[in-house]
C-alpha cells in the first residue's frame, strides 16, 4: 500500500487505547523481529507488553495517525519497578537455554545487569519501553511527533525525566537526536543494551 505524505502537519498523536492494540502489534512484529517479545508471538504482545500497561494503570502509550492510519507508536511505564511479573519474567524463560548452558557466565550478567539499573531506575522511574515507526513511514520525522508528545504528556504529569534501553545501534541514534544521553552498557545474554536518560535540566 503506498501514501501521499504531505508532511508532519498531516501527523496527529494522540493517547492510545486497547482498540489501537492490533494495529500496534502488527507494527511491532514487522519492525522488531530481533525482540524477545516478537519471538514470545502476536499475542503475547498484544496482551501483555502493552495490554497489562492499560489494565493496570502502569502505563500510557501515543499513536501517531496520518489520516486514519496508524503510522507509529511509543509507549512508556510510570513507575518500571511496578512492572507486571509476566513482562519481567518473560525474559528469562525465553533465555533458559542460554542459563542452563552456562549458568555461571548468566548469573555474572544478570547480577551486574541489575546492579547497575536498580541504581539507574533510582533516578529515572519512568522507562521509555517501545519507541516504532510503520516501515513504509520510517525517515520521516514521525518518531519526532512521537517523542513530542511523549515529553509533553510527562510534564503534564509534573514528570521531567525518563530512561530506555536498546541493543541496536540505529535505535541509539534515534533516541540521541531527540536528546537521550547514553549512561552506560551492559551485555546480557551475549547482547550488548544500551541505556540511554532524557530529562528536562539536559534537554
Known amino acids: 500500500m503506498s501514501f501521499n505524505f504531505d508532511g508532519l502537519n498531516m501527523v496527529k498523536a494522540k493517547l492510545a487505547g486497547l482498540d489501537d492494540l ?22 503475547f504482545v498484544r496482551k501483555h ?18 489520516d486514519s492510519v496508524l503510522v507509529g507508536f511509543v509507549f512508556g511505564v510510570y513507575d518500571c519497578k511496578k512492572l507486571p511479573l509476566i513482562r519481567t519474567v518473560m525474559y528469562f524463560w525465553y533465555e533458559l537455554g542460554s542459563f542452563l548452558l552456562n549458568p ?26 517501545s519507541l516504532g515507526v510503520k516501515r513504509e513511514f520510517q525517515g520521516r520525522g514521525i518518531s519526532k511527533v512521537l517523542m513530542e508528545a511523549f515529553k509533553r504528556h510527562l510534564r503534564d504529569k509534573d514528570i521531567h525525566g525518563c530512561w530506555t534501553k536498546t541493543f541496536s545501534s540505529v535505535a541509539v541514534h534515534v533516541y540521541e537526536s531527540h536528546g ?12 550488548e543494551y544500551t541505556f540511554l536518560a532524557w530529562s528536562e535540566n539536559s534537554g
Open 49 to 66: 507488553y502493552y495490554g497489562d500497561l492499560f489494565k493496570r494503570s502502569a502505563g500510557f502509550g501515543l499513536a501517531a495517525y496520518f
Open 22 to 43: 492490533c494495529r500496534i502489534t502488527k507494527i511491532h512484529m514487522d519492525i522488531f523481529p530481533e525482540d524477545l517479545s516478537t519471538y514470545l508471538g502476536a499475542r
Open 104 to 129: 555461571m557466565k548468566s548469573l555474572r550478567w544478570l547480577k551486574l545487569f541489575f546492579s547497575r539499573k536498580v541504581g539507574f531506575v533510582h533516578t529515572y522511574k519512568v522507562e521509555l519501553i
Open 180 to 191: 537521550f544521553k547514553p549512561v552506560f552498557n551492559c551485555n546480557v545474554f551475549g547482547r
